[in-house]
């Protein structure tokens, strides 16, 4: 597989990422379009093996969405920019700070967010915990989940 094609994958896997945070686009299905287009390209074991393991975690993760509870943002109160933007925090953090940054990042990022639009830090730790509560677990799975694949196909490109 050419690096233009390599910087292709990533790009439909960091667009598969950001659709996570972007409601009515399929993040994971599209994260998963990546790893099956570089496997079909590549055809290696190892390209197979992390297809596998990858189609195996995102309907994990799947079934887990369903036995959470339902999220309702509009109740939370933080507009869907500051929600974007700390998705956003979350994927930067990632890279910062292999695997935890990705938390960190997210909840950091609305924290602030939330302290620039509130100016007080009772009431942006406030709405922050709302928020964590009203999105929190399904969505930061999720985005777990496509950050593991993405992760875990970025360490296959360099070790192949």
């Not at 915990?129 to 875990?152: D, H, K, N, P």
């Amino acid at each position: 597989m050419s690096v233009w094609q390599l910087v292709a994958v990533g790009l439909v896997m960091l667009l598969g990422l950001l659709g996570v945070l972007v409601p009515g686009i399929p993040g994971p299905l599209i994260v998963w379009a990546g790893v099956l287009w570089w496997t079909l390209s590549e055809k290696s074991s190892l390209a197979w093996g992390l297809l596998i393991g990858a189609t195996a975690v995102l309907l994990l993760n799947q079934a887990v969405k369903w036995l959470l509870p339902a999220r309702n943002l509009r109740a939370a109160g933080a507009p869907y920019r500051t929600l974007f933007l700390a998705g956003v925090a979350g994927i930067v953090g990632f890279f910062v700070i292999p695997v935890i940054g990705g938390l960190l990042g997210a909840v950091g990022g609305l924290y602030l967010l939330e302290r620039l639009r509130l100016g007080s830090h009772g009431d942006a730790w406030a709405s922050t915990r709302t928020v964590m509560r009203a999105i929190g677990l399904s969505v930061l799975i999720e985005l777990f989940v496509c950050l593991l694949v993405f992760g875990a196909w970025a360490g296959a490109v360099f070790a192949g």
